[in-house]
Protein backbone atom coordinates (compact mmCIF):
# COMPACT_ATOMS: atom_id res chain seq x y z
CA UNK A 1 0.00 0.00 0.00
CA UNK A 2 1.44 3.64 -0.98
CA UNK A 3 1.76 6.20 1.61
CA UNK A 4 -0.83 8.19 0.57
CA UNK A 5 -3.88 5.39 0.78
CA UNK A 6 -1.95 4.35 4.19
CA UNK A 7 -2.32 8.08 6.02
CA UNK A 8 -6.01 8.60 3.87
CA UNK A 9 -7.04 5.33 5.93
CA UNK A 10 -5.50 6.44 9.22
CA UNK A 11 -6.72 9.89 8.95
CA UNK A 12 -10.49 8.57 8.25
CA UNK A 13 -10.22 6.07 11.35
CA UNK A 14 -9.22 8.71 13.89
CA UNK A 15 -11.10 11.84 12.35
CA UNK A 16 -8.16 14.09 11.10
CA UNK A 17 -9.89 13.77 8.05
CA UNK A 18 -13.97 14.04 8.05
CA UNK A 19 -16.11 13.84 4.68
CA UNK A 20 -20.01 15.35 5.56
CA UNK A 21 -21.36 15.68 2.17
CA UNK A 22 -24.59 15.89 3.43
CA UNK A 23 -24.01 17.69 6.36
CA UNK A 24 -21.30 20.12 5.43
CA UNK A 25 -18.78 22.00 7.85
CA UNK A 26 -18.66 25.82 7.81
CA UNK A 27 -15.27 26.56 6.88
CA UNK A 28 -14.19 30.22 8.83
CA UNK A 29 -15.15 32.01 5.57
CA UNK A 30 -18.86 31.01 5.77
CA UNK A 31 -18.76 28.38 2.80
CA UNK A 32 -20.37 24.99 3.56
CA UNK A 33 -17.37 22.32 2.68
CA UNK A 34 -17.76 18.40 2.75
CA UNK A 35 -14.44 18.19 4.24
CA UNK A 36 -12.62 19.07 7.10
CA UNK A 37 -8.79 18.59 7.59
CA UNK A 38 -6.73 18.75 11.15
CA UNK A 39 -3.42 16.99 10.08
CA UNK A 40 -1.92 18.17 13.71
CA UNK A 41 -4.20 14.52 15.25
CA UNK A 42 -1.27 12.76 13.61
CA UNK A 43 1.25 13.98 15.60
CA UNK A 44 -0.28 12.14 18.91
CA UNK A 45 0.81 8.99 17.06
CA UNK A 46 4.43 8.32 16.91
CA UNK A 47 3.76 5.65 14.19
CA UNK A 48 2.00 8.18 12.32
CA UNK A 49 4.69 10.65 12.41
CA UNK A 50 7.14 8.23 11.08
CA UNK A 51 4.59 7.46 8.12
CA UNK A 52 4.40 11.06 7.06
CA UNK A 53 8.28 11.91 7.28
CA UNK A 54 8.66 8.49 5.01
CA UNK A 55 5.87 9.87 2.71
CA UNK A 56 8.29 12.87 2.55
CA UNK A 57 11.43 11.19 1.78
CA UNK A 58 10.03 9.08 -0.93
CA UNK A 59 8.77 12.15 -2.96
CA UNK A 60 12.49 13.75 -2.29
CA UNK A 61 13.89 10.88 -3.65
CA UNK A 62 11.46 10.29 -6.52
CA UNK A 63 12.10 13.79 -7.88
CA UNK A 64 15.52 13.59 -6.76
CA UNK A 65 15.31 16.71 -4.78
CA UNK A 66 18.32 18.42 -3.49
CA UNK A 67 18.23 20.57 -0.92
CA UNK A 68 20.46 22.53 1.75
CA UNK A 69 17.87 23.52 4.52
CA UNK A 70 14.36 22.33 5.35
CA UNK A 71 11.67 25.05 6.30
CA UNK A 72 8.29 24.31 7.66
CA UNK A 73 5.62 26.85 7.89
CA UNK A 74 4.20 28.21 10.58
CA UNK A 75 2.29 26.58 12.84
CA UNK A 76 1.12 22.86 11.85
CA UNK A 77 4.34 22.13 8.98
CA UNK A 78 6.61 22.96 11.76
CA UNK A 79 6.98 19.26 13.49
CA UNK A 80 7.20 17.66 10.31
CA UNK A 81 9.85 20.21 9.38
CA UNK A 82 11.90 19.11 12.09
CA UNK A 83 11.37 15.69 12.04
CA UNK A 84 12.59 15.52 8.53
CA UNK A 85 15.34 17.81 8.71
CA UNK A 86 16.67 15.56 11.67
CA UNK A 87 16.51 12.80 9.39
CA UNK A 88 18.21 14.36 6.90
CA UNK A 89 20.35 15.90 9.21
CA UNK A 90 19.77 19.47 7.93
CA UNK A 91 19.28 22.93 8.75
CA UNK A 92 16.01 23.85 9.60
CA UNK A 93 14.23 27.10 9.74
CA UNK A 94 10.02 28.31 10.00
CA UNK A 95 8.12 30.51 8.84
CA UNK A 96 5.40 32.88 10.32
CA UNK A 97 2.83 34.14 8.20
CA UNK A 98 4.03 37.49 8.62
CA UNK A 99 6.79 39.48 10.20
CA UNK A 100 6.80 39.78 13.35
CA UNK A 101 5.72 43.54 15.02
CA UNK A 102 8.52 43.73 17.60
CA UNK A 103 12.29 42.88 18.52
CA UNK A 104 13.89 42.04 15.37
CA UNK A 105 10.96 41.38 13.16
CA UNK A 106 11.57 38.57 12.24
CA UNK A 107 9.38 36.47 9.32
CA UNK A 108 11.77 33.42 9.56
CA UNK A 109 12.95 32.15 12.35
CA UNK A 110 16.24 29.91 12.64
CA UNK A 111 18.43 32.67 10.93
CA UNK A 112 19.91 35.72 12.05
CA UNK A 113 17.97 38.97 10.99
CA UNK A 114 21.65 40.27 9.90
CA UNK A 115 21.76 37.58 7.46
CA UNK A 116 19.83 35.60 4.48
CA UNK A 117 19.92 32.32 3.04
CA UNK A 118 23.14 33.11 0.72
CA UNK A 119 21.09 30.82 -2.29
CA UNK A 120 20.56 27.50 -0.16
CA UNK A 121 18.46 25.22 -1.67
CA UNK A 122 15.40 25.11 0.50
CA UNK A 123 12.41 22.64 0.73
CA UNK A 124 9.28 24.13 2.29
CA UNK A 125 7.23 22.09 4.32
CA UNK A 126 3.31 22.40 4.56
CA UNK A 127 0.84 20.40 6.27
CA UNK A 128 -2.47 21.36 4.28
CA UNK A 129 -2.49 22.98 0.68
CA UNK A 130 -6.05 24.03 0.14
CA UNK A 131 -6.60 27.53 -1.70
CA UNK A 132 -2.97 28.01 -1.62
CA UNK A 133 -2.02 30.97 -0.72
CA UNK A 134 -0.61 31.14 2.57
CA UNK A 135 1.74 28.40 1.17
CA UNK A 136 2.50 30.73 -1.57
CA UNK A 137 3.49 33.56 0.69
CA UNK A 138 5.84 31.12 2.44
CA UNK A 139 7.59 30.16 -0.43
CA UNK A 140 8.22 34.03 -1.77
CA UNK A 141 9.53 34.54 1.81
CA UNK A 142 12.25 32.28 1.82
CA UNK A 143 13.04 33.07 -1.37
CA UNK A 144 12.99 37.30 -0.42
CA UNK A 145 15.34 35.92 2.62
CA UNK A 146 17.31 34.56 -1.21
CA UNK A 147 16.97 31.07 -0.54
CA UNK A 148 16.16 29.34 -3.57
CA UNK A 149 12.76 26.70 -3.45
CA UNK A 150 11.87 24.59 -6.07
CA UNK A 151 9.42 22.48 -4.26
CA UNK A 152 7.02 22.78 -1.71
CA UNK A 153 5.64 19.47 -0.09
CA UNK A 154 2.63 19.00 1.72
CA UNK A 155 0.78 16.32 3.68
CA UNK A 156 -2.47 16.60 1.78
CA UNK A 157 -3.46 18.59 -1.02
CA UNK A 158 -7.14 19.45 -2.13
CA UNK A 159 -6.02 20.14 -5.44
CA UNK A 160 -7.68 23.38 -6.52
CA UNK A 161 -7.59 25.10 -9.30
CA UNK A 162 -7.56 28.27 -6.88
CA UNK A 163 -3.89 26.74 -5.37
CA UNK A 164 -2.65 26.23 -8.38
CA UNK A 165 -3.31 29.54 -9.14
CA UNK A 166 -1.17 30.80 -6.44
CA UNK A 167 1.92 29.34 -7.29
CA UNK A 168 1.36 29.85 -10.46
CA UNK A 169 1.64 33.68 -10.66
CA UNK A 170 5.15 33.38 -8.16
CA UNK A 171 7.82 35.10 -10.20
CA UNK A 172 9.55 32.10 -10.21
CA UNK A 173 7.94 28.26 -10.75
CA UNK A 174 7.29 25.77 -7.62
CA UNK A 175 6.37 22.50 -8.08
CA UNK A 176 4.02 21.18 -5.67
CA UNK A 177 3.85 17.50 -4.31
CA UNK A 178 1.71 15.91 -1.83
CA UNK A 179 1.83 12.63 0.01
CA UNK A 180 -2.03 12.19 0.04
CA UNK A 181 -4.36 13.84 -2.72
CA UNK A 182 -7.87 14.36 -2.65
CA UNK A 183 -7.67 11.68 -5.78
CA UNK A 184 -6.61 9.24 -3.75
CA UNK A 185 -8.72 9.96 -0.44
CA UNK A 186 -12.03 9.55 -2.60
CA UNK A 187 -10.63 6.11 -3.61
CA UNK A 188 -9.81 5.20 -0.01
CA UNK A 189 -12.77 6.01 1.27
CA UNK A 190 -14.83 4.38 -1.19
CA UNK A 191 -12.54 1.16 -0.74
CA UNK A 192 -13.10 1.15 2.73
CA UNK A 193 -16.80 1.65 2.34
CA UNK A 194 -16.65 4.93 4.65
CA UNK A 195 -19.15 6.49 2.03
CA UNK A 196 -21.27 5.46 -0.44
CA UNK A 197 -21.27 6.36 -4.65
CA UNK A 198 -23.35 8.73 -4.30
CA UNK A 199 -21.49 10.20 -1.53
CA UNK A 200 -18.23 10.24 -3.30
CA UNK A 201 -19.63 11.54 -6.49
CA UNK A 202 -20.70 14.47 -4.70
CA UNK A 203 -17.62 15.38 -2.76
CA UNK A 204 -15.78 14.97 -6.78
CA UNK A 205 -18.39 18.05 -7.66
CA UNK A 206 -16.72 19.63 -4.74
CA UNK A 207 -13.65 19.62 -5.96
CA UNK A 208 -14.78 20.88 -9.90
CA UNK A 209 -16.53 23.78 -8.39
CA UNK A 210 -16.22 24.11 -4.64
CA UNK A 211 -17.13 28.00 -3.94
CA UNK A 212 -20.21 27.51 -5.45
CA UNK A 213 -21.31 23.69 -4.34
CA UNK A 214 -22.62 24.36 -0.73
CA UNK A 215 -25.26 26.64 -2.74
CA UNK A 216 -25.94 24.28 -5.38
CA UNK A 217 -26.57 21.92 -2.73
CA UNK A 218 -28.88 23.29 -0.60
CA UNK A 219 -26.44 24.95 1.62
CA UNK A 220 -25.81 28.56 0.79
CA UNK A 221 -22.60 30.52 2.71
CA UNK A 222 -23.29 32.00 6.05
CA UNK A 223 -22.56 35.60 6.00
CA UNK A 224 -20.30 36.50 9.34
Same mark, same amino acid.
Request: aromatic content about 8%; charged content about 30%; some cysteine.
Given at each position: ?? +????? *? ?13 ? %????? *? ?8 ? %?????? &? ?23 ? +? ?5 ? *? ?18 ? /? ?29 ? %? ?16 ? *? ?7 ? #? ?5 ? %?? #? ?12 ? /? ?12 ? #? ?14 ? /? ?10 ? &? ?5
Amino acid at each position: MS +VGKEI *AKVSLSIGSIKLRPN %DPFTW *ASGYRMPIYN %DNRMLL &FYPEYRKLIIKGFKQIIKKENIECD +VIAGTST *AGIPHAALLAELLKKPMIYI /RDKPKDHGLKNQIEGLDADKDLEGKKVIVIE %DLISTGGSSAKAVQAVRD *AKGKVEYCL #AIFSYGL %DK #AKSEFDVLPEKTEV /RSILTYDILLKTAK #AINYLTSDQIKLLANW /RKDPFNWGEKNG &FPKIEK
